[in-house]
């Protein structure tokens, strides 16, 4: 088991920044792609990014490239999501997930955080 824990969300205005973390424990992290998703209220949960064990290769969702970037630090056991110029449709639950092999598809990571909400204002 992989538990995951996620945090720095929050509210903030459009053009603004916020970095998510999350915090991985129970396995060794580095044998685990990162993903992160976000659900809006009334919508399904999408892909923003993801980040394979050793960092090598990063995926974005087509409307936070340029504006969001994934990273890692496997010494830290955390995965992190800096964005920027955020724009008030970014407002979402975001979660962090892991699954052994990087994917773009939530419905393949096993391992999920509870989420942390970011609010943009207009």
């Known amino acids: 088991q992989v538990q995951l824990v996620e945090s720095g969300g929050g509210l903030v205005q459009a053009g603004g920044s916020l970095r998510l973390s999350c915090a991985a424990s129970?396995?060794?992290?580095?044998?685990?792609?990162m993903g992160w998703f976000r659900q809006a209220p009334g919508k399904e949960r999408e892909f923003v990014a993801c980040?394979?064990?050793?960092?090598?290769?990063?995926y974005y969702e087509d409307s936070v490239k340029g504006r969001f970037t994934i990273s890692r630090d496997n010494a830290k056991n955390t995965v992190y999501l800096q964005m920027s110029s955020l724009k008030p449709e970014d407002t979402a639950l975001y979660f962090c997930a892991a699954r052994t092999g990087i994917s773009r598809s939530a419905s393949s990571y096993p391992y999920w955080g509870q989420g942390t909400q970011v609010t943009v204002s207009s």
């Open positions: 980040i394979s064990r050793s960092r090598s290769s990063t």
């Open positions: 129970g396995r060794t992290f580095s044998d685990y792609a």
